[in-house]
């Protein structure tokens, strides 16, 4: 089941530089986009969503972009924080149902 | 951010025995989901659970899985004969009726040994 791909599995950002994660999915159904955070040995932490209906949501140093028509997304992460350090999942729902996840990205962020 | 908690946090047990996983919410939620993920691999959805009755479930959850509101408060997961693919982290999700966001809890650690 690939309908939601993140193909870096890692990523090494110096600090205070930008941290761009990104994830293509296959499914049109999707309608609601969601970013989680995840360190080992805990749940995923909720960090941003996007509807369908947008192309961009921000939050603090986070922002999503979705682009409809390439089936992409992206999560920025402005400035990166060796706190950022932590494995990214891209998640997608259809009309709010279950969620579906990308293998996630390992993001370490260098001071 | 909704609060959901886990127990226990890492059960070992034997294939072949009967585990119950728990979840509760620290405030009333109508949805709740079990995901597990196995190690290396992504997060897998199992079941969604909405008005005390199952509104989706996956290929994974079999006869072996189920799942119920016992006391109206506690969620469980119950896998009656486990077997050594069930290996994984086991992990409880709640939703709020009219958000689309999901919120985890820390998860249980299952070992089938």
């Known amino acids: 089941d690939q309908q939601v791909k993140q193909n870096s599995p890692s990523l090494s950002v110096q600090e205070g530089r930008i941290s761009i994660l990104n994830c293509d999915y296959t499914n049109s159904m999707f309608d609601y986009f969601l970013w989680y955070k995840k360190y080992p040995a805990e749940g995923p932490t909720f960090l941003i969503s996007i509807s369908s209906i947008k192309d961009k949501n921000e939050d603090g140093r986070f922002t999503v972009f979705l682009n409809k028509s390439a089936k992409h997304l992206s999560l920025h992460i402005v400035p990166s924080q060796p706190g950022d350090s932590a494995v990214y999942f891209c998640?997608?729902?259809?009309?709010?149902?279950?969620?579906?996840f990308g293998a996630g990205t390992i993001l370490r962020v260098k001071s | 951010e909704p609060e959901v908690t886990q127990t226990p946090s890492h059960q070992v047990t034997q294939m072949g025995q009967e585990v119950i996983l728990r979840c509760v919410p620290i405030s009333n939620h109508l949805y709740f989901y079990w995901y597990r993920q196995i190690l290396g691999q992504k997060v897998e959805f199992l079941v969604s659970?909405?008005?005390?009755?199952?509104?989706?479930k996956s290929e994974i959850f079999d006869d072996q899985f189920s799942v119920e509101r016992p006391d109206g408060s506690n969620f469980t997961l119950k896998i009656r004969s486990t077997k050594l693919e069930d290996s994984a982290m086991y992990f409880c999700?709640?939703?709020?009726?009219?958000?689309?966001?999901?919120?985890f809890g820390p998860g249980t650690r299952l070992t089938v040994t």
């Open positions: 659970f909405y008005n005390n009755e199952i509104s989706e």
């Open positions: 999700a709640i939703k709020r009726t009219v958000d689309y966001e999901q919120y």
């Open positions: 998640a997608a729902s259809a009309q709010g149902n279950k969620l579906v």
